[in-house]
C-alpha cells in the first residue's frame, strides 16, 4: 500500500522548481495558477532569493504548487491514502479529490495571506528540538510559554512563540534534547498566535464546494482518516491554530498497513520522518524530476 504525502513551510529552497518547469507542460500550468491567484509561481520558485520565498503569502502556494505538478509527473496514480504537513493538507485534499488544483491554490494563497498578516501582530517563531523524551519535552514548553506546535514524532517537536520565549529555550532546552534549531518560518503557526486566520481562511472556505475524499485522507488534527469533503474543508480552517500530530498520522499509516510512502517536491523532511518511525516502508523523495522514475517503480510495486 502506497501513501502519498505532501512537506510544509520550510521545505522550500531558492530555484527549487526550476528542472519541474523543464517537463511537457508544467509551465504553463504553472502560469495558469499564477493567474488563477496573483503570484507569480514561475518567478518565485525559479529565481527569487531565501528571504523572498520564507514570506508566508509567497511559501505556501508555492509548496502546494509544487506538491501539484510533482505529482502529476507521476502519471495517473491511485494511492492507498494521503496527507499533508500543515500546509501540505491543502495539497493532499487535491490528491484525494476534494479540492480541484485551482480551488486547492485559490485556498491556499487565501490562508497565506491570513497566516502572514496574523503572524506581523507578534514578533514569533518555531525551533524544532531533537531528541529527548515527548513528555518531559511538552511540560518543559509549556513552563516557557510555548506552544509544541508540531509533533512530528521520531523525536522531533517544533516549538511555537514568541522570539524571547524561543531564546529563552535555546538557552534552557529540555532535558535529554540533543539540539534546538530555529525554522526558516515567518510566525508561531498552529498556535494561538494564528486564530486571526482562522476566521479569515473560514470565510474563504465557504466559496468552495468540496468533494468526498477518493482515497483515504489522513488528517494532522487527531491522525484519523476523514470521509467527507466537508469535515476535510472544516479541518482545514481550524488546523492553522492547532498543533499538527504527524506522529499520529505516522500511526496510522501503519495501522492501514502501508508498505512505501512517497513525498511530493520538495520531498526530504517527511521521509525522513518516516525512516526512523516506520521501519520496513519505503521511503522516496521526490527532489527532481530525476526521483520520478525511481518513484513509478514504487508505485507499480506498491500502490
Same mark, same amino acid.
Given at each position: 500500500? &502506497?501513501?502519498l504525502?505532501?512537506p510544509g513551510?520550510?521545505?522550500q529552497t531558492?530555484?527549487?522548481l526550476?528542472p519541474w518547469?523543464e517537463?511537457p507542460g508544467? $509551465?504553463?500550468?504553472l502560469?495558469?495558477?499564477?493567474d488563477a491567484i496573483g503570484l507569480d509561481?514561475a518567478?518565485?520558485?525559479t529565481?527569487?532569493?531565501?528571504d523572498?520565498i520564507?514570506? =508566508?503569502?509567497v511559501a505556501q ?5 509544487a506538491?501539484l505538478?510533482?505529482?502529476a509527473a507521476?502519471?495517473d496514480i491511485v494511492p ?5 504537513h500543515?500546509?501540505?493538507?491543502i495539497?493532499?485534499a487535491?490528491?484525494?479529490?476534494v &479540492?480541484?488544483?485551482?480551488?486547492a491554490? #485559490? &485556498?491556499?494563497?487565501?490562508? !497565506? ?8 501582530i =507578534?514578533?514569533t517563531?518555531?525551533?524544532?528540538l ?6 518531559v519535552?511538552?511540560?518543559?514548553l509549556?513552563?516557557?510559554? +510555548?506552544?509544541?506546535a ?9 516549538a $511555537?512563540?514568541t522570539?524571547e520565549?524561543l531564546?529563552?529555550?535555546g538557552?534552557?532546552k ?9 525554522l526558516?518560518v515567518?510566525?508561531a503557526?498552529? #498556535?494561538?498566535?494564528?486564530?486571526p ?6 470565510e474563504?472556505?465557504?466559496e468552495?464546494?468540496? $468533494?468526498d475524499p477518493?482515497v483515504a485522507y ?7 482518516a476523514?470521509? #467527507?469533503?466537508?469535515e476535510v &474543508?472544516?479541518?482545514l480552517? !481550524?488546523?492553522?491554530a ?5 506522529d499520529?498520522?505516522m500511526?496510522t499509516f501503519?495501522?492501514l498497513?502501508?508498505?512505501?510512502l512517497?513525498?511530493?517536491c520538495?520531498?526530504? #523532511? +517527511? ?7 516506520l521501519p520496513?516502508?519505503?521511503?522516496l523523495a521526490?527532489?527532481t ?8 517503480e514504487l508505485?507499480a510495486?506498491?500502490a
Open positions: 500500500m &502506497l501513501v504525502v505532501a513551510q520550510g521545505a531558492p530555484g527549487f526550476t518547469l517537463l508544467a $509551465a504553463d500550468r502560469g495558469a495558477w499564477s509561481l518567478h518565485y520558485g529565481q527569487a532569493d531565501a523572498a520564507r514570506d =508566508t503569502a502556494p508555492l509548496l502546494v504548487a506538491g505538478l510533482s505529482a507521476l502519471g492507498g491514502a494521503v496527507a499533508g500543515s500546509v501540505g493538507e495539497t493532499a487535491a490528491y484525494a479529490g &479540492l480541484d488544483d485551482t480551488a491554490l #485559490t &485556498l491556499v494563497r487565501k490562508r !497565506g495571506l491570513a497566516m502572514a498578516e496574523a503572524a506581523a =507578534t514578533e517563531g518555531m525551533s524544532a531533537l531528541g529527548g523524551d515527548p513528555e519535552s511538552v511540560a518543559h509549556e513552563k516557557l510559554g +510555548l506552544t509544541p508540531n509533533m512530528n514524532g521520531a523525536g522531533q517537536i517544533v $511555537a512563540g522570539m520565549q531564546a529563552a529555550l538557552e534552557d529540555p532535558e535529554g534534547v540533543r539540539k534546538v534549531v530555529p526558516k515567518a510566525g503557526f498552529h #498556535t494561538h498566535h494564528m486564530g486566520a482562522v476566521d479569515k481562511l473560514a474563504a472556505a465557504k468552495l464546494v468540496p $468533494a477518493k489522513v488528517s494532522n488534527k487527531d491522525g484519523h476523514v470521509t #467527507t469533503g466537508a &474543508l472544516e479541518r480552517v !481550524g488546523q492553522v492547532n498543533p499538527v500530530r504527524w499520529l498520522c500511526e501503519k495501522e498497513g502501508v508498505t512505501a512517497i513525498e511530493a520538495p520531498g526530504g #523532511t +517527511l521521509t525522513g520522518l518516516a525512516k526512523r518511525a520496513g516502508v519505503k521511503t521526490l527532489k524530476p530525476d526521483d520520478l522514475d525511481a518513484a513509478r508505485v510495486e506498491h
